[in-house]
C-alpha cells in the first residue's frame, strides 16, 4: 500500500469519461477510459481503499472496502490526480505528500482505467490526446 494518507484514499460518482490510447512500440495501443471521481472521507478520516505507488501512472488502486463506498472506483484504476495536481511520474514521496495534502472529502480525483480490446467508455465518451 502506499505511505501515509494516500493508502486511506476513495472516491464517488463518475463525472465524466474518456478513452485513452497509449502506444508501445509495434504492440496494439492499449485504451484507458479517463473519469473524475469525488473523494470520500469517513468520520474517521478512513477511504476503504488498498493504494500502491506506480512509477508510470501514479497510484493504483489495489483493493476498495465497502465503506464508506467508493463508486467510481476499482482495483486495477490509476489514480493520477488530485484537486488538478498530477501523480504521474513522481516519486513515491511526492504522491504521498500531494495526496496528503488535499485529502479531504469531496476532493477531485482523476482516475484512468485499463480496456478489454474492443470495448467502449460508453454514453457520452470522448477520445482525447494519448498521454
Keep these: 500500500a502506499a505511505p501515509g494518507a494516500a493508502a486511506a484514499a476513495s472516491a464517488t460518482s463518475a463525472a465524466s469519461t474518456s478513452a485513452v490510447g497509449v502506444a ?19 468520520s474517521h478520516g478512513g477511504t476503504g ?20 463506498g467508493q463508486i467510481g472506483l476499482s482495483a486495477g484504476d490509476y489514480i493520477v490526480a488530485i484537486e488538478g495536481c498530477t501523480l504521474r511520474h513522481r516519486a513515491p514521496q511526492e ?8 485529502l479531504r472529502n469531496g476532493a477531485m480525483l482523476s482516475t ?20
Design 95 to 102: 504522491c504521498d505528500s500531494i495526496f496528503s495534502e488535499h
Design 24 to 42: 508501445h512500440g509495434a504492440r496494439p495501443v492499449e485504451v484507458y477510459a479517463q473519469r473524475n471521481v469525488r473523494l470520500v472521507v469517513d
Design 49 to 68: 481503499l488498498d493504494l500502491c505507488w506506480d512509477a508510470e501512472w501514479g497510484i493504483l488502486v489495489q483493493g476498495v472496502d465497502p465503506l464508506p
Design 112 to 131: 484512468v482505467s485499463p480496456l478489454p480490446p474492443g470495448s467502449s467508455t460508453g454514453k457520452g465518451a470522448r477520445p482525447f490526446a494519448t498521454l
